[in-house]
């Protein structure tokens, strides 16, 4: 069984991409004991949406607005680095 430190990531991970079929039967089983990461799967769907929503409704007609590539990638990197570093 994975940990919740685990299916954290892949929660997070299933935002970006589809997941491969044996992660996301892990994360299937581990929701299915784990209230918890239940919880933050559904928090971070929220907020996910939350953000999306925003993006489009604030910015709809200034494409400059929406952040560039490369500051999405820099953040994703920092991001991944963090999580590296805790892991």
């Known amino acids: 069984m994975i940990t919740c430190r685990r299916a954290a990531e892949l929660i997070s991970g ?3 991409t589809v ?3 044996h992660q ?3 994360l299937a089983f581990h929701a299915v004991v784990c209230g918890a990461c ?3 799967r559904w ?3 929220v907020v996910n949406e ?3 929503e925003f993006f489009a409704t604030a910015w709809a007609g200034d494409p400059d607005a929406i952040l560039p590539a490369e500051t999405k ?3 994703r ?3 991944a680095a963090h999580l590296e570093e805790n892991s």
Do not use: M, S
């Open 19 to 21: 997941l491969p079929l």
């Open 24 to 26: 996301r039967a892990g």
């Open 50 to 52: 939350t953000v999306e």
């Open 38 to 40: 239940r919880q933050f």
């Open 14 to 16: 299933e935002l970006d």
């Open 43 to 45: 928090q971070l769907g």
């Open 77 to 79: 990197a920092v991001i």
């Open 73 to 75: 990638d820099h953040l």
